[in-house]
Nanobody
Framework: QVQVVESGGGLVQAGGSLRLSCVAT????????MAWYRQAPGKQRDLVAR???????NYADSVNGRFTISRDNAKKTAYLQMNSLKPEDTAVYYCNADLSVIGRRDSTNTYWGQGTQVTVSS
């Protein structure tokens, strides 16, 4: 059973920082791209940041320079360091991972976590 689990959300004042973590568990063969998305109430889910298996990254314009995505392949974990937070960053943050499992190495699927709430007060 593959799971992707986020943690680290919470309530923070504007200008503060949070670090989100996303860990993939199960009978994993390889983890390729990992990404963070967010969804505010009444809005669509949007990409925040993405990191490839080789460490290449890209960011949404709205977070570029404030957020940093990283990963620890040995721990099967991706992180999102969020600095200089703004009220408009308030959303549920979701992680997803493109991965293959032992026994089905040629098949890559995308798995989503359940989300973690980030609330930034003004």
């Amino acid at each position: 059973q593959v799971q992707v689990v986020e943690s680290g959300g919470g309530l923070v004042q504007a200008g503060g920082s949070l670090r989100l973590s996303c860990v993939a568990t199960g009978s994993l063969f390889n983890i390729y791209t990992m990404a963070w998305y967010r969804q505010a109430p009444g809005k669509q889910r949007d990409l925040v940041a993405r990191i490839t298996g080789g460490g290449g990254t890209n960011y949404a314009d709205s977070v570029n320079g404030r957020f940093t995505i990283s990963r620890d392949n040995a721990k099967k974990t991706a992180y999102l360091q969020m600095n200089s937070l703004k009220p408009e960053d308030t959303a549920v943050y979701y992680c997803n991972a493109d991965l293959s499992v032992i026994g089905r190495r040629d098949s890559t699927n995308t798995y989503w976590g359940q989300g973690t709430q980030v609330t930034v007060s003004s």
